[in-house]
């Protein structure tokens, strides 16, 4: 007798669940075509077409310029106004060109991305640290090209990053697949994630953090940074409690008339290693700062790093 077969009720995918599907596709296709065309362009053509993509969007009104207007303002009060557009624009232009470097930090030969980096500064203390093998934390703010940064340092020694995940999963993969050729490994923003970086630091290993993110699920503490009260990250402050190691704040300076990158490192703050969380913190953001002076233009101004407030005020209309 045969017996009849059970047929599977075909899965009906939800019309919206296809539409966005569908859109994320897309939107990957577009990165990966753009990534792969600016991988190919030489570096000083990518940084005339940053400056022209920075000047459109600073003609022209938009959430970007809004946002680093916004924040320059309150930062440095004491600037002209013809002091603070010029800042604006080149911002603005700043961060035209770290989105146009991406291929070269992504699809470009490890050897190739490194090749880049024509000069260092400050290293010596660095490379010291990491030589005695207790673990070092460093500090890369949104300054520059933080890619070419995080491929230089981690080419020192094992490294792990902390990092938030996109939101594009295909772009998660990608970074997963660009950033492992460094040796890099990443940390998620949770729990694991910070007992993965603990475990990287009793090994002797580099920790990376991002310090200039506003914190979520109440991982942070108010600081001034540039006399503007910031939601500062207490992470760091809480790893130098469970281990003491150096800590250093860097980044890589763009050089003029795209001649590749200066790798400039700097101690942190002495406040740093505060037992107390709020005096760590502080020194933090004074580390950022002192980075951030070094290369003002090259700040990452766009991004709203005073959206939340002590007050729940709204910092950004």
Same mark, same amino acid.
């Given at each position: 007798?045969?017996?009849?077969?059970?047929?599977?009720?075909?899965?009906?995918?939800?019309?919206?669940?296809?539409?966005?599907?569908?859109?994320?596709?897309?939107?990957?296709?577009?990165?990966?075509?753009?990534?792969?065309?600016?991988?190919?362009?030489?570096?000083?053509?990518?940084?005339?077409?940053?400056?022209?993509?920075?000047?459109?969007?600073?003609?022209?009104?938009?959430?970007?310029?809004?946002?680093?207007?916004?924040?320059?303002?309150?930062?440095?009060?004491?600037?002209?106004?013809?002091?603070?557009?010029?800042?604006?624009?080149?911002?603005?232009?700043?961060?035209?060109?770290?989105?146009?470097?991406?291929?070269?930090?992504?699809?470009?030969?490890?050897?190739?991305?490194?090749?880049?980096?024509?000069?260092?500064?400050?290293?010596?203390?660095?490379?010291?640290?990491?030589?005695?093998?207790?673990?070092?934390?460093?500090l890369a703010p949104h300054?520059?090209?933080?890619?070419?940064? &995080?491929?230089?340092?981690?080419? !020192?020694?094992?490294? $792990? @990053?902390?990092?938030?995940?996109?939101? %594009? #999963?295909?772009?998660?993969?990608?970074?997963?697949?660009?950033?492992?050729?460094?040796?890099?490994?990443?940390?998620p923003t949770n729990r694991?994630?910070?007992?993965?970086?603990?475990?990287?630091?009793?090994?002797?290993?580099?920790?990376?953090?991002?310090?200039?993110?506003?914190?979520?699920?109440?991982?942070?503490?108010?600081?001034?940074?540039?006399?503007?009260?910031?939601?500062?990250?207490?992470?760091? &402050?809480?790893?130098?409690?469970? !281990?003491?190691?150096? $800590? @250093?704040?860097?980044?890589?300076?763009? %050089? #003029?008339?795209?001649?590749?990158?200066?790798?400039?490192?700097?101690?942190?703050?002495?406040?740093?290693?505060?037992?107390?969380?709020?005096?760590?913190?502080?020194?933090?953001?004074?580390?950022?700062?002192?980075?951030?002076?070094?290369?003002?233009?090259?700040?990452?101004?766009?991004?709203?790093?005073?959206?939340?407030?002590?007050?729940?005020?709204?910092?950004?209309?």
């Amino acid at each position: 007798m045969m017996l009849s077969r059970r047929h599977k009720p075909k899965v009906q995918l939800r019309p919206e669940y296809l539409r966005e599907a569908t859109i994320l596709t897309f939107k990957y296709i577009i990165l990966r075509c753009f990534l792969a065309v600016t991988a190919r362009l030489p570096l000083r053509m990518l940084h005339r077409l940053g400056a022209g993509w920075g000047n459109l969007l600073y003609w022209i009104p938009n959430r970007s310029r809004h946002t680093t207007q916004r924040n320059l303002q309150s930062c440095f009060p004491d600037k002209t106004t013809s002091e603070l557009a010029v800042l604006t624009r080149s911002s603005l232009q700043s961060t035209a060109c770290t989105a146009l470097e991406m291929g070269k930090s992504w699809l470009v030969p490890l050897a190739d991305t490194l090749a880049l980096v024509r000069e260092t500064e400050g290293t010596e203390a660095f490379e010291k640290a990491i030589a005695t093998g207790h673990g070092v934390i460093l500090l890369a703010p949104h300054l520059s090209n933080w890619e070419v940064f &995080g491929f230089y340092v981690s080419n !020192k020694l094992p490294t $792990v @990053f902390l990092y938030q995940p996109p939101k %594009l #999963p295909a772009l998660d993969n990608l970074l997963k697949q660009t950033r492992s050729r460094g040796g890099i490994k990443l940390a998620p923003t949770n729990r694991q994630g910070v007992a993965q970086l603990l475990k990287s630091l009793y090994q002797g290993e580099l920790v990376g953090v991002l310090p200039d993110q506003v914190p979520v699920d109440g991982g942070g503490l108010f600081a001034p940074f540039f006399g503007q009260q910031a939601l500062t990250m207490t992470l760091v &402050g809480k790893l130098l409690a469970r !281990k003491k190691v150096p $800590v @250093f704040c860097g980044f890589a300076e763009r %050089l #003029p008339r795209g001649e590749g990158f200066r790798v400039i490192i700097l101690e942190a703050d002495a406040q740093i290693y505060s037992d107390d969380l709020q005096e760590s913190v502080q020194g933090l953001n004074r580390a950022v700062e002192a980075c951030v002076l070094r290369a003002l233009p090259q700040y990452q101004w766009e991004y709203k790093r005073f959206r939340r407030q002590p007050d729940g005020s709204k910092f950004y209309s």
